[in-house]
């Protein structure tokens, strides 16, 4: 589970949810030693390193890399990272501090060849989502990862949360029976968006950028894989975007014949209470598990009515978890296999929604 405090976890529980969080504690993690870590850029979820030094006090974040002064603030602010030394390049970080590992949070198309230049220095490496944004560039870091015998995991938060975790649970409880169809939706507000995300060259597409949540938690939650997969994608209303999408759809042909869709937007309303809207829904053989957003985990089947599952199991952060694989030798909650399996399908829905074609993964 990510931290119950964070931010992210509070956004997505509402009122009553947040209560419910904030009355649990994590399961905490301890290092046998102190772990330097260095922080690259400031654009993604970099908080998933500084919530999880609540839990695991070894965790030291030394150094941030970031071009942007307005950033500065941001690292003078935050306790956790009061102490790390500023760079403006994240090379000339990499070239002076003695780091065990890195969180890389820089923009979308940097991931890969920032991810290349950290396995090179071997240090682990948990990189913000998408991790590559081409397939050309996802088999360069398949290949220095191998080469180097890199460590490596991505910012995908999400499958450490107790509502997901417990759709796990009931899926392999056998309560929904065979997975058959699969449904799931992330809705955000637009916000202010920096430049580089209206560019292809620097975004990569909205598909990538926001779709690695849903595809992993459907993937996970009901034990099912993509086969191949069909979308479509647009950006419709807002001509200022640019190259980025505000609207998508992508289905899928699951391995068991079965279907899976998700759509995803960035036209939700300035006025709603919460910044997203996320639902996930696994319907099976024997009956439907679902979660939005501000509510409860929900279970029909054929012997039980709908009611609400209050067993919510904890996990701790995915960053102390990441290390405590590492140094502990603990199996991490992410294997490489499924950050590699979430990005290939990532690459190959987007190449569905830009060639109008039917895509086999």
């Known amino acids: 589970m990510t931290s119950p405090w964070t931010r992210r976890a509070l956004l997505q529980a509402g009122a009553a949810g947040a209560a419910r969080l904030l009355a649990a504690e994590p399961p905490r993690v301890k290092l046998p030693r102190a772990v330097r870590v260095g922080i690259i850029g400031l654009d993604g979820h970099f908080g998933e390193v500084t919530d999880a030094?609540?839990?695991?006090?070894?965790?030291?974040?030394?150094?941030?890399?970031?071009?942007?002064?307005?950033?500065?603030p941001r690292v003078a602010s935050n306790p956790a990272l009061a102490g790390a030394k500023l760079y403006d390049d994240y090379r000339r970080l990499l070239d002076a501090e003695k780091l065990d590992a890195v969180c890389i949070c820089n923009e979308n198309a940097d991931h890969a060849a920032t991810t290349i230049a950290c396995a090179e220095r071997r240090l682990a490496v948990a990189c913000e989502k998408p991790l590559a944004i081409s397939l050309d560039e996802l088999d360069a870091v398949k290949k220095a990862v191998a080469r180097y015998g890199t460590r490596l995991t991505m910012l995908l938060p999400m499958r450490f949360e107790p509502p997901y975790l417990a759709m796990r649970a009931l899926v392999e409880a056998g309560e929904i029976g065979e997975p058959v169809a699969l449904g799931a939706q992330k809705s955000y507000k637009l916000g202010s968006?920096?430049?580089?995300m209206r560019r292809r060259a620097s975004?990569?597409?909205?598909?990538?950028?926001?779709?690695?949540?849903?595809?992993?938690?459907?993937?996970?939650?009901?034990?099912?894989?993509f086969v191949e997969t069909a979308a479509f994608q647009s950006t419709t209303g807002f001509p200022a975007l640019g190259d980025m999408e505000n609207n998508t759809a992508i289905i899928f042909r699951l391995?068991?014949?079965?279907t899976a869709d998700l759509r995803m937007d960035f036209l939700r309303p300035e006025t709603a209470p919460t910044h997203g809207d996320d639902l996930l829904r696994l319907a099976g053989?024997?009956?439907?598990?679902?979660?939005r957003e501000g509510g409860d985990v929900t279970l029909i089947t054929a012997s039980q009515k709908l009611h609400r599952v209050t067993d919510l199991p904890q996990h701790s952060p995915l960053f102390a978890d990441f290390l405590d694989?590492?140094?502990?030798?603990?199996?991490h909650h992410l294997p490489l296999a499924d950050v590699y399996r979430v990005s290939e399908i990532l690459l190959r829905a987007r190449e569905a929604a830009e060639t109008g074609r039917v895509v086999k993964m």
Not at 203 to 225: C, E, K, N, Q, V
Not at 325 to 331: A, D, F, L, M
């Open 53 to 72: 030094v609540k839990v695991t006090p070894e965790i030291q974040v030394v150094a941030v890399a970031t071009a942007k002064e307005s950033d500065r």
């Open 325 to 331: 694989s590492i140094y502990n030798g603990r199996k």
């Open 203 to 225: 975004y990569g597409g909205t598909i990538p950028f926001i779709g690695a949540h849903m595809i992993d938690l459907m993937r996970w939650t009901s034990g099912r894989d």
């Open 285 to 291: 053989t024997k009956g439907v598990a679902e979660f």
């Open 193 to 196: 968006r920096p430049q580089w």
């Open 255 to 258: 391995d068991n014949r079965g």
